[in-house]
């Protein structure tokens, strides 16, 4: 399948990656000169355990389970990163039963070797720290996220994907089994056999300018109007403008 990706922070990449890696043709448009401009620029670039969510929900399994992959896909590309720890203190006696409850909904999470430890022990992890008691998740880390986003467009690369930079997505519509997208001013329509909606805070944009796509969905109050670039450079591009994949281009982020 032809696919179109919109959006190349973390998301974008991140699904782009997967389909190339099914062996879909992938190209992923952005609307800024640069991946990673938006949401995925302004992270805490933590690397959550998933002892907060309600046991059995979603983002729980999720959570649990990314953090895993992503520490092994991290190892496997050379991307920086660092299982450094996290300590949730309780700094009153009153406070103790609360991080006992987080502690005992992370373990049926299945997040691993969380702990329940003193004052005494958390003081000498942390010399400065004043507390009761604490829990210890040795699983929470820290990540580069832009290092992150390069391993991912190096994998898509590799598998033959496309990155169109400038290339804000404008008018999209469904026609006999394809959608038909303008990307770019002044530019054709491009025909995709799926198109994947990951433009962040542009989102609801990209769904206004969507053909038939009911209003009562888009969150927010936005009017059905073209999706326009943070940049100069992007309102003048007259379309994509592919970054064709090089040969070993994935070794720039191993």
């Known amino acids: 399948m032809e696919i179109l990706v919109i959006g190349a922070g973390v998301v974008g990449?991140?699904?782009?990656r997967a389909l190339a890696l099914d062996g879909h043709d992938v190209v992923v448009?952005?609307?800024?000169?640069?991946?990673?401009?938006?949401?995925?620029?302004?992270?805490?670039?933590?690397?959550?355990?998933?002892?907060?969510?309600?046991?059995?929900?979603l983002r729980a399994r999720h959570c649990v389970r990314g953090a895993?992959?992503?520490?092994?896909f991290c190892e496997s590309h050379g991307v920086a990163h660092r299982a450094c720890g996290k300590l949730i203190v309780a700094t009153s006696q009153e406070e103790v039963p609360?991080?006992?409850a987080i502690r005992r909904r992370g373990a049926e999470n299945g997040v691993e070797r969380l702990e329940l430890i003193d004052a005494g022990q958390a003081a000498r992890l942390e010399p400065h720290l004043r507390c009761h008691a604490a829990v210890l998740s040795p699983r929470t880390g820290i990540i580069d996220?832009?290092?992150?986003?390069?391993?991912?467009?190096?994998?898509?690369?590799?598998?033959?994907?496309?990155?169109?930079?400038?290339s804000p997505a404008l008018r999209l519509r469904f026609d006999r089994g394809r959608w038909l997208v303008t990307v770019g001013e002044d530019a054709g329509e491009i025909a995709f056999d799926a198109v994947v909606n990951a433009?962040?805070?542009?989102?609801?944009?990209?769904?206004?300018?969507?053909?038939?796509?009911?209003a009562d969905r888009i969150p927010g109050s936005f009017s059905p109007r073209a999706?326009?670039?943070p940049s100069p450079a992007a309102r003048s591009s007259k379309g994509?403008?592919?970054?064709?994949?090089?040969?070993g281009a994935g070794s720039a982020c191993i």
Not at 29 to 46: C, K, P, Y
Not at 199 to 214: D, F, I, R
């Open 98 to 100: 609360a991080i006992e």
């Open 199 to 214: 433009a962040g805070l542009g989102a609801q944009q990209v769904a206004a300018v969507t053909e038939g796509y009911p």
């Open 227 to 229: 999706v326009t670039s």
């Open 29 to 57: 448009a952005e609307a800024s000169d640069a991946f990673g401009m938006g949401i995925s620029s302004r992270n805490s670039e933590v690397i959550h355990a998933g002892m907060y969510y309600p046991a059995g929900s």
């Open 13 to 16: 990449l991140a699904a782009a």
């Open 68 to 72: 895993r992959l992503l520490y092994e």
């Open 240 to 247: 994509l403008s592919i970054q064709r994949p090089r040969k």
């Open 145 to 166: 996220s832009h290092a992150l986003m390069l391993a991912l467009l190096g994998d898509i690369e590799d598998r033959g994907g496309s990155l169109a930079l400038m």
